[in-house]
Nanobody, 124 residues
């Protein structure tokens, strides 16, 4: 059974940075495409970023492009989301997700495993 555990969330001010981590266990991490999603109160879960199994391909939502960077360390079974220039509208619970088939993408239903989420709150 694959388990994903996010960490690194917190309360920051607008303009600050945070780095989220997602540690995977129980599977072959190097074969997974990974994604980050977020969900704000009263809103649907939305795509943030995705990275291929090798790290060679990445994609971002328009709302975070240029501010967020996704990366992975397959030796550590960990995917990261570096978030810079945070805005109040980035406030949400952030989830990492793993696609066992290596497809990745922007749609939540592609992903097979999900973490429990980590709260990010950005004050103005």
């Amino acid at each position: 059974q694959v388990q994903l555990v996010e960490s690194g969330g917190g309360l920051v001010q607008a303009g600050d940075s945070l780095r989220l981590s997602c540690a995977a266990s129980g599977g072959t991490f190097s074969r997974f495409a990974m994604g980050w999603f977020r969900q704000a109160p009263g809103k649907e879960r939305e795509f943030v970023s995705t990275i291929s199994w090798s790290g060679g391909r990445t994609a971002y939502a328009d709302s975070v492009k240029g501010r967020f960077t996704i990366s992975r360390d397959n030796a550590k079974n960990t995917v990261y989301l570096q978030m810079n220039s945070l805005k109040p509208e980035d406030t949400a619970v952030y989830y990492c997700a793993a696609d066992n088939w290596g497809r990745g993408g922007t749609m939540p239903n592609v992903y097979d495993y999900w973490g429990q989420g980590t709260q990010v709150t950005v004050s103005s």
